[in-house]
């Protein structure tokens, strides 16, 4: 099989402001299928409330051809801020389990079920909140067309609503995760916990449990994402 080389992580362009002309409920049309095309239409879309209050779209990053498709939730705080997906704490603790099993993000594009940032502001502080049905119905269009552009071999999903978004509503992250499941268009797919969901654990001896359990189910990703 063909190597695949990595790409750079590029700065953020500044948010910019939504296409003219486009209407709530609607997104601008891309000019192609390429990601550069999706990702600046994806800039102007006004298909759910969430761009509203958002600082900017946040878009997938990584190859155009990268055999590996990470899919998350939606942006946090810091990936809401700079741009760029996966860049916060939870972001780092991906980094930090990637970096013991040897596999190079570099090589992976990885992107969100949802691209604006859902959050209640409790003082200066912007607390994450989960995006609604409705919301993740407008945002669909957006990672199907990742999908079909990427054309990724796997599939990994972190968090429940990524889970959902690839395997559908019924799927149990809990008692289906760490295990290879085949799509209906031929792909390979599994799922496995958020970082955040190691984040979020009250004790050290509970986060390292958490932190075990998001190593072994991503050790399945060895030998596709070599260094």
Known sequence: MATRKPTSRKPAKPPRKPARGVREGEAPEPVDDSLAALRE????????????????TVFGEGPQNARVLVVGEQPGDAEDLSGHPFVGPAGKLLDRALDELGIDRKRFYVTNAVKHFKFERRGKVRLHRSPAASERNACRIWFDRELATVRPDVIVCLGAIAARSVFGSRFALMRERGRWHELPDGRRAFATVHPSYVLRQRNDEDRHAAYAGLLEDLSLLRGLGRK
């Not at 239409?41 to 900017?56: D, E, I, N, S, V």
Request: glycine letters at 6%; a positive charge.
């Open 41 to 56: 239409a994806a800039a102007g879309c006004k298909r759910c409330p969430l761009w509203k209050p958002a600082t900017q």
